[in-house]
């Protein structure tokens, strides 16, 4: 490592687990999955937008770097994890919350499917 700081995450277990791992999901119908899978989305964007308060963005949104909990069919709250350095950018000030969300939701839809385990 030399004598240059090194930037360090350090990441805590959160609860949940990945959606497509939830009972309430997998005997949901197609509709209700869809819906699940929004509401999950909005959430983990959320939690984007807080991660920009410290000034990075986490740039891998997508179903397996994401742990939700669910109660009636509705995902109470997702958290993001997994936060690997090559997926973890520098935002600078002032960027605005909706222009984040909207990045963020467009990119989670793209990529969310992406993941499966085997």
Not at 17 to 27: G, Q, S, T
Request: aromatic residues 10%; contains cysteine; charged residues 35%.
């Amino acid at each position: 490592m030399g004598d240059k700081p090194q930037a360090v995450i350090v990441m805590i277990k959160q609860p949940g687990e990945i959606l497509d791992d939830n009972a309430e999901y997998k005997a949901a119908s197609k509709q209700e999955k869809e819906e699940m899978k929004k509401q999950a989305i909005n959430l983990m964007c959320e939690e984007a937008w807080e991660d920009i308060k410290l000034g990075m963005y986490h740039f891998d949104n997508q179903a397996g770097n994401t742990v939700v909990v669910v109660k009636g069919k509705k995902v109470e709250s997702a958290k993001i994890v997994d936060y690997g350095g090559d997926y973890v950018f520098h935002v600078r000030e002032g960027v605005k919350k909706e222009v984040v969300i909207a990045f963020c939701q467009k990119e989670a839809a793209q990529f969310w499917d992406e993941f499966r385990e085997p």
